[in-house]
């Protein structure tokens, strides 16, 4: 039952009645695992250039960049980085003082390889008159981190990765954001010479990532030669969902106000939605790698934007055929091959459709949204994975899985999850206009299908929360997809803080 105080919070955040219907209906039914046919393979959907034709791509990309389209990086950036020093702040907490555990060890004895050590000797220097040796040689190892994490220190625990200090440079040391800059200009600029960056964050950090910008960019379009058009947005509140008690009530704060939580990743598919472009390329922002290491990285997205492009290519001149009205029946079965054996998309029925309603059906599955997939070779990574999977309407076509869309009691859908030889490591681009040159509504090619269900609490209490279908995963269902294999060399996360002691972060 909503409450004139209910139906206000719902205005204020621009969701309907309707949406917490659905969602409240969510929770009672749960989300039905996905039926998968196979794990995605070099032998089952996932291409491996030869030599030859990656140079061809590259090729393809080159041209594509200088047609005058409009090209973006899309960077997911939103969140503190608090789970990124989990094992510190434990360390806070213990009832020792010194190192103890592996992982604090391993922090302690190659402190100083930190690209954050400067700042953070010099805050130790103003707040206890000790430089970070002198405060370990006095055991006082706690005050390091405490400077590290707390907000009268650097504030890192509270701190959103893009901010933080990541790789040493001879002239000074540089942020995800920045290396995300940089990334631009190597491979996404456009014929007119602009490198157009957009970073979706959290609302209490923006004018942090704007401020940073302001400091940085001119530097990196002078280095590089390029012009840059930085842009950021906020998760929308309308993407917020609806969090329940165990019995699938709506949970109440102590002032009886209804509570909700970000729907996830999910809910950016809303932001790429705003965005004008038409080739977009999306990567998370802890994966990027010092200068000396960017050469693979820059390859790989030129390969995968090249396949991208050519495919789109094809994909526009069939489109335009079949408007035409002027094809015969052995082009329509080389579309038909080109949905199957390039696109992925098969469909068994189409043998007993009609000639009228094969045209429809080739229409329909060529004209939408299209990305293209670099995938690594699985190194037991934990996260989603390349599938071949079902369809509603019975198509069988690539998506990226997470384990919690598997089936994990089917002793077949399991062996498949945990045997795939690949990872994602969400690394993506995108075509996001039709053949008219007009833009997709993104929203209209999910599958809201493919949300799930996580346990929580606050304030001591249990609850049950929602997440929308992930942004790669089911928010990008009904697009065409395509998985190209790249070197491990382009997936190097920051998912603790000693992953930047790495060789690939040094």
């Not at 047609?67 to 980085?81: D, E």
């Not at 030669?225 to 969090?243: C, H, L, M, R, W």
């Not at 206009?433 to 999910?446: A, C, I, M, S, V």
Request: net charge negative.
């Amino acid at each position: 039952m909503m409450t004139p105080q209910d139906k206000k919070l719902l205005a204020s955040k621009g969701i309907s009645e309707q949406q917490i219907a659905i969602q409240l209906a969510d929770f009672v039914k749960g989300f039905p695992f996905l039926n998968l046919k196979a794990a995605a393979s070099i032998e089952k959907g996932i291409l491996k250039p030869t030599a030859d034709e990656e140079e061809n791509y590259l090729c393809h990309w080159d041209s594509f960049c200088g047609t005058g389209k409009t090209i973006l990086k899309f960077v997911p950036a939103s969140g503190a980085a608090s789970r990124m020093f989990k094992n510190l702040f434990e360390f806070i907490d213990a009832p020792y003082n010194a190192p103890e555990s592996k992982f604090e060890q391993n922090f302690f004895d190659n402190i100083n390889k930190f690209a954050f050590y400067t700042d953070l000797n010099s805050t130790c220097l103003r707040d206890f008159d000790k430089d970070i040796p002198s405060l370990m040689a006095d055991g006082e190892y706690k005050k390091i981190v405490a400077n590290l994490l707390d907000a009268d220190g650097l504030g890192y625990g509270q701190l959103p990765k893009g901010l933080l200090l990541f790789h040493n440079y001879a002239e000074g040391p540089r942020t995800p954001l920045e290396e995300h800059l940089v990334e631009g200009a190597l491979y996404a600029k456009g014929a007119d010479g602009k490198v157009n960056v957009h970073f979706t964050v959290s609302p209490e950090h923006r004018t942090m990532f704007e401020w940073l910008v302001k400091d940085t960019a001119g530097v990196y379009a002078k280095k590089f030669g390029v012009n840059y058009n930085i842009t950021f947005s906020e998760q929308k509140p309308s993407t917020d969902t609806i969090a329940v008690d165990m019995n699938n009530e709506p949970f109440r704060e102590k002032d009886g106000n209804i509570l909700f939580r970000p729907g996830g990743h999910g809910a950016l598919i809303e932001n790429l939605n705003d965005l004008d472009g038409d080739v977009i390329f999306i990567k998370n922002i802890d994966n990027v790698v010092p200068d000396r290491l960017k050469d693979d990285t820059v390859r790989y997205k030129k390969l995968i934007a090249g396949v991208l492009v050519e495919l789109q290519r094809q994909a526009f001149e069939y489109l335009e055929l079949l408007d035409s009205g002027k094809y015969t029946q052995e082009q329509v079965m080389e579309i038909l091959q080109f949905l199957q054996k390039k696109l992925f998309c098969k469909n068994p029925s189409t043998k007993n459709l009609e000639d009228a309603e094969l045209i429809i059906y080739l229409k329909e599955k060529l004209n939408r949204p299209m990305r293209v997939c670099g995938m690594v070779k699985n190194v037991g990574e934990p996260g989603g994975g390349p599938f071949l999977a079902y369809n509603s309407d019975g198509t069988i076509s690539l998506q990226i899985l997470e384990s919690s869309q598997i089936d994990m009691n089917d002793p077949d859908k399991k062996s498949m999850f945990e045997n795939g030889t690949h990872f994602n490591p969400v690394d993506l681009v995108c075509a996001v206009r039709n053949y008219k040159g007009e833009k997709f509504d993104l929203t209209k090619y999910t599958d809201p299908a493919t949300g799930f269900i996580s346990y929580k609490s606050k304030n001591g209490k249990e609850l049950k929360a929602l997440e929308l279908p992930g942004l790669w995963n089911g928010a990008m269902s009904d697009w065409n997809t395509v998985f190209v294999e790249v070197p491990l060399s382009t997936f190097n996360p920051v998912k603790t803080v000693n992953d930047l002691l790495r060789e690939q972060h040094q």
